[in-house]
């Protein structure tokens, strides 16, 4: 798998540099005139010590692990809400007027209800919006599958089934399309040729911004 570039710049310098920044993301820095083959083949054969950086830069910019502590926040659509422990109520996890509201007794196992409780709105908020995108441009899929999967936002199967991981749901609505756009296109074209990534462009042309946001926050959607 070839190394993904997140910011290439051009300028009157005679060599290239691989810059690996703080949060882990890639900027590749080259010769105004140097074909960007040479350049693909030069960030290829330093790809070893690029992920040992990006590995270490992540390592060190690692969110902190949740607690489930009364105040700490959780994300949903974009946004973060406050989480607040109450003595005693009926369901273990309950969210309204912009507050997750956490029984008391349900502390031992707090990462369990917030996942239940992640998977039943991925359910809604996915089925709704690959309904919505799926008829406004023309694809076809089997069904529907809400996962767990810790390293892949989404997947399709080559029988049009569509995964996706109930962390999903942390990130922003336009991540969320992008991530739905994505799979809907694999339905079409199965690898990440030139022409699926026109397809993906098509539709949303700012996607690299929005793959931009996934890998440098993608980490901080998760209850680890």
Not at 90 to 111: C, E, H, I, V, Y
Not at 139 to 166: E, V
Not at 187 to 212: C, D, M
Request: with cysteine; aromatic share 10%.
């Amino acid at each position: 798998m070839s190394l993904p570039i997140d910011r290439f710049v051009r300028s009157r310098r005679k060599t290239v540099a691989l810059i690996v920044r703080p949060d882990g993301t890639l900027e590749v820095r080259a010769p105004l005139r140097m074909a960007e083959q040479r350049i693909r083949e030069f960030v290829e054969s330093h790809a070893d010590w690029v992920r040992r950086q990006q590995a270490r830069a992540r390592k060190a910019a690692s969110p902190p692990p949740v607690k489930f502590a009364e105040g700490e926040n959780f994300h949903f659509l974009g946004q973060s809400y406050p989480l607040t422990i109450v003595p005693r109520q009926r369901q273990a996890l309950t969210f309204n007027n912009g507050t997750f509201r956490l029984a008391k007794s349900t502390l031992p196992k707090a990462k369990d209800a917030f996942v239940r409780w992640y998977k039943a709105q991925a359910a809604l908020v996915l089925s709704q919006r690959i309904l919505v995108l799926s008829t406004q441009n023309g694809f076809t899929y089997t069904k529907i599958r809400i996962s767990s999967a810790r390293t892949r936002w989404g997947s399709c199967s080559s029988r049009g089934t569509l995964s996706f991981t109930w962390r999903l749901v942390m990130a922003p609505p336009e991540i969320v399309d992008y991530v739905v756009i994505h799979e809907l296109v694999h339905t079409k074209i199965p690898n990440h040729s030139q022409a699926f990534w026109q397809g993906v462009s098509e539709i949303i042309p700012a996607y690299k911004q929005r793959l931009v946001w996934l890998r440098k926050n993608g980490k901080y959607l998760s209850l680890d």
